[in-house]
T-cell receptor, first 111, second 120 residues
Framework: QKEVEQNSGPLSVPEGAIASLNCTYSDRGSQSFFWYRQYSGKSPELIMFIYSNGDKEDGRFTAQLNKASQYVSLLIRDSQPSDSATYLC???????????FGKGTRLSVIA | GAVVSQHPSWVICKSGTSVKIECRSL??????MFWYRQFPKQSLMLMATSNEGSKATYEQGVEKDKFLINHASLTLSTLTVTSAHPEDSSFYIC????????????????FGDGTRLSIL
């Protein structure tokens, strides 16, 4: 069974700061990695996915993947109060589904 | 983008009642649908995987006789919680995987909005 580990937080950052969220995974053979954002009482929504080592940027979000160290991170620049949510790291169980989720990191951006 | 509709969004019912939750892929065909459950302040836990026209595969610890899954078509899967009890109260989320060739290749799974089930 694949395991995905995240620090549950809460992680508090001031508005405008960079929020850094980390995730480690157990299966060295994993090929794709997903970050979801989940607001309280809502379904998760995809923020970013990454397949290759290195950085991938999309607007204020940057995903970083290091397969050798088996970790993937998400950076949120210029954090806004609306970014306050739980961020879930997900790795496919086999092939590309089903997704196995970490417990999530709760982010709180303080205005 | 791909849309997955889940209904109802919220259910409150008495203990012992059976509750059916529907999951529909509106603009794509899904050979596989997944059912997750999420308790407060916990992550999404996969309950079962359903493939169109065949029996669902349940994760360890999930009672197949209590959580009946039917995937009768390429666009519809249902989860029935039979004789629900307060400990079954949770947030149930379905997710659908598009059939190969449908597009939407940037995401392996598309999620419904979830069903909050409260058993009194």
């Amino acid at each position: 069974q694949k395991e995905v580990e995240q620090n549950s937080g809460p992680l508090s950052v001031p508005e405008g700061a960079i929020a850094s969220l980390n995730c480690t995974y157990s299966d060295r053979g994993s090929q794709s990695f997903f970050w979801y954002r989940q607001y309280s009482g809502k379904s998760p929504e995809l923020i970013m996915f990454i397949y290759s080592n290195g950085d991938k940027e999309d607007g204020r979000f940057t995903a970083q993947l290091n397969k050798a160290s088996q970790y993937v991170s998400l950076l949120i620049r210029d954090s806004q109060p609306s970014d306050s949510a739980t961020y879930l790291c997900a790795v496919p169980h086999s092939g590309n589904t089903p997704l196995v989720f970490g417990k999530g990191t709760r982010l709180s951006v303080i205005a | 983008g791909a849309v997955v509709s889940q209904h109802p969004s919220w259910v409150i019912c008495k203990s012992g009642t059976s509750v059916k939750i529907e999951c529909r892929s509106l603009d794509f065909q899904a050979t596989t649908m997944f059912w997750y459950r999420q308790f407060p302040k916990q992550s999404l836990m996969l309950m079962a995987t359903s493939n169109e026209g065949s029996k669902a595969t349940y994760e360890q610890g999930v009672e197949k006789d209590k959580f009946l899954i039917n995937h009768a078509s390429l666009t519809l899967s249902t989860l029935t919680v039979t004789s629900a009890h307060p400990e079954d109260s949770s947030f149930y989320i379905c997710s659908a995987r598009p059939r190969p060739g449908e597009g939407y290749s940037n995401q392996p799974q598309h999620f419904g909005d979830g069903t909050r089930l409260s058993i009194l």
